[in-house]
């Protein structure tokens, strides 16, 4: 399926076959650019992909959890992308494309598509730094509290303190060292 009137952007860095693809007038392939610039530019873009090539990877990308997923959907992007079975096992709300023809056909659909993405931004927000870290947040202050951090009750003497004054646990070293 052509798609002319669809424009490609491609931001990052990229083997040769896709500089190939600028040969295209309606892509243009940037290169790299600084992370923090990367919003101005998906302010102007309807669609984000993934398009993961899975042929002889399967296992290794249905246990990806792309972090592009987060960033197109946090800025109200629709997003289509290849099976993840990350993605697929998350309900992620996008389009999960199984071949080239699926590809294209919602690329173009969802380009020309009119919606306040509010499914996709709800997705992101779920996702979140700040609320990945509130449970941990939430434990570490109960176990300070408790005095099991600094080693003062609960640890006893299953751990011990080293010059530096650092709590080491016995199970954790012996882990490390293999």
Do not use: C
């Not at 990052?12 to 892509?27: C, K």
């Not at 610039?37 to 102007?44: F, R, S």
């Not at 927000?125 to 434990?139: I, K, N, V």
């Amino acid at each position: 399926m052509a798609a002319p009137h669809v424009s490609f952007v491609v931001i990052g860095p990229y083997p040769q076959r896709i500089a190939r693809l600028s040969r295209f007038p309606n892509v243009h392939v940037l290169g790299p650019r600084p992370y923090k610039d990367l919003p101005a530019y998906l302010q102007h873009a309807s669609v984000g992909l993934i398009p993961f090539r899975r042929k002889g990877i399967e296992n290794f990308v249905d246990d990806i959890n792309p972090l592009k997923l987060y960033e197109y959907m946090a800025a109200g992007l629709a997003v289509v992308t290849t099976p993840i079975g990350q993605v697929e096992a998350m309900g992620a709300p996008a389009v999960i494309a199984r071949d080239a023809a699926d590809f294209a056909e919602a690329i173009v659909r969802l380009a020309g598509a009119t919606s306040d993405r509010r499914a996709e931004r709800d997705f992101a927000a779920r996702f979140d730094w700040s609320r990945q870290f509130e449970p941990l947040t939430g434990w570490l202050d109960l176990r300070s509290a408790a005095g099991m951090i600094d080693g003062q009750s609960s640890i006893g003497d299953h751990g011990r303190k080293d010059e530096a004054g650092h709590v080491r646990h016995p199970r954790l070293l012996q882990a490390r060292r293999g």
